[in-house]
C-alpha cells in the first residue's frame, strides 16, 4: 500500500520541492522577499543565514522567480568548496565565458562580460559558509571593481550559521562591512507547526487532515531536537496517532518536510555616537547587538515582521532615508 492509498491523497505529500500552493504564507516570508529586494535596489551584499533545513532554498527559488526576467538574469551556484581559482572559473563557464590559465585574467573577463550585459546580474552562492577564505576575499575584490562604485553583479550570500562566524573573523572585515542587508531564518513553532501541515495536504489532495492534535505536537518536539528542522521526519512513536484515511493500522512511510523562514536584522534600531574602537573591540560589540537582535526575534518576532512588512520607513528602521544615504 502506498503513502497516497493510506491517507487517501492524490499526490505525494511533503515533496523535496513543494508547489507555490503548498507554501505556509508567512508575512515573515513576504518580509523576507522585501528586504532580499531592498538589497538588490540599494545596490549591497545580502546574506541569509539558517539552519539546514529551514527554508533557505525555497526563499531563494521565490526570490529568483520574483524578478523581472526582462532586467535581471539570475546566476546561482552551491558547488562552493572548490579553491578560488575553480570560484571564479566556475562563476564565468555559468557565463558562457572559457576560463583562462590564470585567475586573474578569467577575473578580468568575466568582469567586462557582466558589465556589458543589458541586465543587472544576480549571483545567489548557496553553502557559502564552506567557502574557501581566499574565495570570500575574491568576491569581495569583484564586487570592488570600478573603484568600489558599483558592484558588476548583485550577490546573495546563503549558508549555516557558521557563515555568520565565519564573516565576523578579522580577514574578512572588509567584507562584513559591505553587508547591507542580513537575514535569519529561524525554525518553525509549535503554533505554526499546524499552519505549515495544512496547505501541503491540501495541495496532496486530502480532504481531511490524517494528523491529531497529538501528533502535530509530537512532530514538533521531535522536530525541535534537529533545531525545529521541519526538514525532519516524524520518528515510530509518532505513527499510532496518525489517522489514516482508510482505518488502516499501517504506519505510512517517512517523507521529508519543506520549511519556512523568518527575517533577521542585525543592526540596531538606534543611533548610537561610539568612542573609537579596536578592530576587536568592533567585533565583541557586533557579536553582542547580535545575541540582544537575536533574543528580539525570538520573543518579538511575529509583531516585528508584521511592522516590517506594513511600514519601512519608519524612524531607526533599515528603511530609513538617513541609513539609505549611508549605504
Do not use: C, M, Q
Given at each position: 500500500m502506498t503513502l497516497e492509498e493510506h491517507f487517501g491523497l492524490t499526490h505525494p505529500p511533503f515533496p523535496k520541492t513543494a508547489s507555490e500552493a503548498a507554501?505556509?504564507?508567512?508575512p515573515a516570508l513576504a518580509a523576507t522577499l522585501e528586504r532580499l529586494r531592498f538589497a538588490l535596489h540599494r545596490d549591497t551584499i545580502a546574506s541569509l543565514v539558517a539552519e539546514s533545513g529551514c527554508g533557505k532554498s525555497t526563499v531563494l527559488a521565490l526570490f529568483a522567480k520574483s524578478l523581472d526576467a526582462a532586467s535581471y538574469a539570475v546566476l546561482a551556484l552551491s558547488l562552493t568548496t572548490v579553491g578560488p581559482f575553480g570560484l571564479v572559473s566556475h562563476i564565468a563557464a555559468l557565463c558562457g565565458?572559457?576560463?583562462?590559465?590564470?585567475?586573474?585574467?578569467?577575473?578580468?573577463?568575466?568582469?567586462?562580460?557582466?558589465?556589458g550585459l543589458p541586465k543587472r546580474t544576480v549571483l545567489l552562492i548557496d553553502e557559502a559558509h564552506l567557502l574557501p577564505d581566499d574565495s570570500l576575499e575574491d568576491l569581495r575584490l569583484l564586487t570592488a571593481d570600478?573603484?568600489?562604485?558599483?558592484?558588476?553583479?548583485?550577490?546573495v550570500l546563503v549558508g549555516q550559521p557558521l557563515l555568520k562566524e565565519r564573516l565576523a573573523e578579522p580577514q574578512h572585515y572588509a567584507l562584513a562591512q559591505r553587508l547591507g542587508v542580513r537575514l535569519r531564518l529561524r525554525p518553525l513553532n509549535e503554533s505554526e507547526v499546524p499552519?505549515?501541515?495544512?496547505?501541503?495536504?491540501?495541495a496532496a489532495g486530502a480532504r481531511t487532515n490524517p494528523f491529531e492534535p497529538e501528533a502535530t505536537t509530537a512532530l514538533f518536539h521531535h522536530t525541535r531536537a534537529s533545531h525545529g528542522s521541519s526538514r525532519t521526519s516524524p520518528s515510530p512513536p509518532c505513527w499510532p496517532r496518525?489517522?489514516?484515511?482508510?482505518?488502516?493500522?499501517?504506519p505510512p512511510p517517512s517523507s521529508r518536510r519543506s520549511s519556512t523562514w523568518r527575517p533577521y536584522d542585525p543592526r540596531p534600531r538606534l543611533r548610537l555616537t561610539l568612542p573609537p574602537l579596536s578592530p576587536r573591540e568592533a567585533l565583541t560589540l557586533s557579536s553582542i547587538l547580535?545575541?540582544?537582535?537575536?533574543?528580539?526575534?525570538?520573543?518579538?518576532?511575529?509583531?516585528m515582521a508584521a511592522l516590517l512588512t506594513k511600514d519601512t520607513s519608519g524612524p531607526g528602521t533599515w528603511g530609513s532615508p538617513r541609513r539609505d544615504q549611508d549605504q
Open positions: 507554501l505556509l504564507r508567512h565565458l572559457r576560463p583562462a590559465r590564470f585567475k586573474g585574467t578569467t577575473a578580468a573577463a568575466l568582469i567586462a562580460h557582466l558589465r570600478d573603484f568600489d562604485r558599483r558592484s558588476p553583479f548583485a550577490l499552519l505549515f501541515v495544512e496547505p501541503h495536504l491540501t496518525w489517522r489514516p484515511a482508510n482505518n488502516s493500522s499501517t547580535d545575541t540582544i537582535d537575536d533574543l528580539l526575534w525570538l520573543h518579538y518576532g511575529d509583531e
